[in-house]
């Protein structure tokens, strides 16, 4: 099973805009799996005082990571800089 970290830059991004759009998303690609950080998680992690601040948003879950990868392109398309995706090892 692949798994993928889904960040978001907090100080921009609109955390249920992009969640809905995950949501969205889990529901049109089959065996996909979206586990969603609590939005106080999310708005609460630790300030690292960079530019950008990301935080995590989600796991995505998929037994083809390849699949992680379509969905990786069109969260990129839609929110661009505003999000960061990382495979788990």
């Known amino acids: 099973m692949a798994t993928w970290i889904v960040k978001a830059d907090r100080r921009q991004a609109d955390y249920d805009q992009?969640?809905?759009r995950l949501r969205e998303l889990?529901?049109?690609?089959?065996?996909?799996?979206v586990i969603a950080e609590p939005p106080e998680h999310f708005?609460?992690?630790?300030?690292?005082?960079?530019?950008?601040?990301?935080?995590?948003?989600?796991?995505?879950?998929?037994?083809?990571?390849?699949?992680l990868e379509i969905v990786a392109e069109e969260l990129l398309l839609e929110?661009?800089?505003?999000?960061?995706?990382?495979?788990?090892?």
């Open 26 to 33: 889990e529901q049109s690609v089959q065996g996909l799996t």
């Open 18 to 20: 992009v969640l809905n």
């Open 43 to 67: 708005h609460g992690a630790d300030d690292d005082g960079g530019f950008r601040d990301f935080a995590v948003m989600a796991r995505l879950t998929h037994q083809r990571n390849e699949a």
């Open 79 to 89: 929110f661009g800089w505003l999000i960061d995706l990382a495979a788990c090892e």
